[in-house]
């Protein structure tokens, strides 16, 4: 009886934690999408994230903001091509690169502008918000081109 | 053997940097880039004076100039279509008064690579604000081949500078518009770079295409396709038209370097079929115009 009470407990608890996450997800879509109207040479990308603390909801938010940017490029945008062609072949042979870029903060120095779109809502143990993320996108071509990770403009 | 394990050491540490070093510096993977010839010239219509055209009109000049821009903030520097012409003008350069012809002969004569025609239509004024419209058509200069087109909007404002519109309405694309270029550009590189090639018959030549050449047997126009398809790029080729005085190949893949990584130009490739036509014991002049080979068998 007693282990048929535990194995009870134990399976509602199981359905419990999977019900609540789904609906975290479901609750909070993911974002990524160019915003018109920036300026000259910049991108302005609205970009969601969520993490533990609200500086690593921001830290993902803008990292997925550059990795969409970098890898996928944004429809109806001053970028709709990847800057990047390959990524797998980019960042096994550039691996450093995008350790130092996208992990160790790098890609903060391209950032002109970065805010809260909408309020942060912290469900659970997790925060999670939409950030618009200014990138100057002239000048992460320019370091890009340098670093020998894109062509320079010609053949 | 203290001496054998600290050799093993500073060896091995030493394949270790090296290792490394191989890793993380990203010049290890930098491309050379040839940067090809552009220039920026204004959409004529039937009938209108290249040479006036951009004295008259502000908005072109606005159009052009910002087209340029593009480029040089791309750390790419343009052939000025201006200076061109004024200098091909003091030098009497040209030889047609024909107003169509003087375009053409204006890009043959600058020695361009790529050209971009820039076309500004009239403002288009609605009830809810003016608003420019810009026509861009990036083209291979020997091939005629476009490399990018785009047609840009402005937003619509209540204001009747159209030379702001037109900026507004080029800041919309012109990023799209190299960006588009540069893959066209990344297709040159796997593929090599596009030359047209033109085979003539001297006058009183005593072959034709159809003649038959020994020890095979075949006609010129077969011996000459087989040869290029032996030697274009990955076997890129094709043939426009062939007939008894007339053989012309519209598009040829040539490498943009040689085996040694040295860059290839036409005017090799043109060595290289003089070079086999003599080996088929017939004498040809070679010359090359704007990425166009000419070759007249004698």
Same mark, same amino acid.
């Given at each position: 009886m007693k282990k048929l009470i535990i194995y009870t407990i134990i399976v509602q608890g199981i359905c419990f934690i999977s019900c609540s996450n789904s609906k975290k997800i479901a609750s909070f879509p993911e974002i990524t999408v160019a915003l018109p109207g920036a300026g000259e040479g910049t991108i302005t990308i609205r970009s969601s994230g969520q993490g533990e603390t609200e500086a690593k909801a921001v830290s993902a938010a803008e990292k997925k903001a550059f990795n969409t940017l970098l890898f996928y490029g944004l429809p109806?945008?001053?970028?709709?091509?990847?800057?990047?062609?390959n990524e797998a072949e980019s960042k096994r042979t550039n691996s450093q690169f995008f350790d130092d870029f996208l992990e160790n903060g790098?890609?903060?120095?391209?950032?002109t502008k970065s805010y809260n779109y909408s309020n942060v809502q912290k469900v659970g143990k997790y925060y999670y918000l939409n950030r618009d993320v200014n990138i100057n996108l002239r000048s992460l071509r320019a370091q890009l081109e340098n670093k020998g990770l894109i062509r320079k403009f010609g053949y | 053997m203290k001496k054998k394990l600290s050799t093993l050491l500073i060896t091995s540490l030493s394949i270790f940097s090296c290792y490394c070093c191989a890793q993380t510096n990203p010049a290890s993977n930098k491309v050379n880039t040839v940067q090809p010839k552009i220039m920026v010239i204004p959409y004529t219509k039937e009938g209108e004076d290249i040479r006036t055209v951009l004295e008259a009109d502000v908005n072109r000049r606005v159009a052009v100039t910002k087209v340029k821009e593009s480029f040089d903030n791309r750390n790419f520097t343009t052939v000025d279509f201006t200076a061109k012409l004024k200098s091909a003008m003091d030098d009497q350069?040209?030889? =047609? %008064?024909s107003l169509t012809d003087l375009k053409t002969q204006l890009v043959e004569m600058s020695g361009a690579d790529i050209y971009v025609e820039v076309e500004v239509p009239p403002m288009v004024a609605t009830g809810g604000g003016n608003s420019a419209r810009l026509i861009l058509t990036g083209y291979?200069? =020997? %091939?005629?081949?476009?490399l990018s087109n785009k047609v840009c909007e402005s937003p619509k404002f209540f204001t009747s500078d159209y030379g702001a519109l037109v900026t507004k309405a080029l800041g919309t694309c012109s990023e799209e518009f190299l960006n588009t270029m540069q893959v066209k550009f990344s297709d040159i590189v796997e593929n090599g770079r596009s030359v047209k090639i033109n085979f003539t018959l001297a006058q009183g030549?005593?072959?034709?295409?159809s003649t038959e050449l020994q020890?095979?047997?075949?006609?010129f126009s077969d011996v000459l396709e087989a040869w290029m398809s032996d030697n274009s790029l990955k076997n890129n080729y094709h043939i426009q038209g062939t007939t008894d005085l007339k053989m012309l190949f519209d598009d040829v893949r040539i490498p943009l370097k040689d085996e040694k990584g040295r860059n290839y130009n036409p005017n090799q490739f043109a060595l290289k079929i003089f070079q086999f036509l003599k080996t088929k014991g017939m004498s040809s002049a070679k010359e090359i115009k704007n990425g166009t080979i000419f070759i007249t068998i004698k």
């Open positions: 109806s945008s001053v970028q709709t091509r990847p800057m990047i062609e790098e890609y903060k120095k391209f950032i | 350069l040209f030889t =047609s %008064t291979d200069a =020997s %091939t005629a081949n476009s030549s005593k072959y034709k295409f020890p095979e047997g075949l006609p």
